[in-house]
């Protein structure tokens, strides 16, 4: 049973940076690809960032390329989500999640197996 932990939220001016953690347990971390989730209040939850089991591909939606960064630590079973340059819009809740396997990164949330609870980003303007 895969467990994640995120960490990280909180509340920030407009222009500021946070950084996202995602913690994992239960399974060989080096075989789960990772993604980056959010939801805002009313809205259904979007894809973020996407990262392979080797860290050798990433992808980003559009509204995040370019401020945000993912990367991961197969050492330490975590996985990160720079956030700079946030912006009101970023608000939500953002959720780690994994999927098994060797598999290309995907935006669909229905590929991901394992989710966490979730983390608070406010972005005040």
């Known amino acids: 049973q895969v467990q994640l932990v995120e960490s990280g939220g909180g509340l920030v001016q407009a222009g500021g940076s946070l950084r996202l953690t995602c913690a994992a347990s239960?399974?060989?971390?080096?075989?789960?690809?990772m993604g980056w989730f959010r939801q805002a209040p009313g809205k259904e939850r979007e894809f973020v960032s996407a990262i392979t089991w080797t860290g050798g591909s990433k992808d980003y939606s559009v509204s995040v390329k370019g401020r945000f960064t993912i990367s991961r630590d197969n050492a330490k079973n975590t996985v990160f989500l720079q956030m700079n340059n946030l912006k009101p819009e970023d608000t939500a809740v953002y959720y780690c999640a994994a999927r098994g396997g060797s598999w290309p990164n995907s935006r669909r949330a229905y590929d991901y197996g394992h989710w966490g609870q979730g983390t608070q980003v406010t972005v005040s303007s």
């Open positions: 239960g399974l060989p971390f080096s075989s789960l690809g």
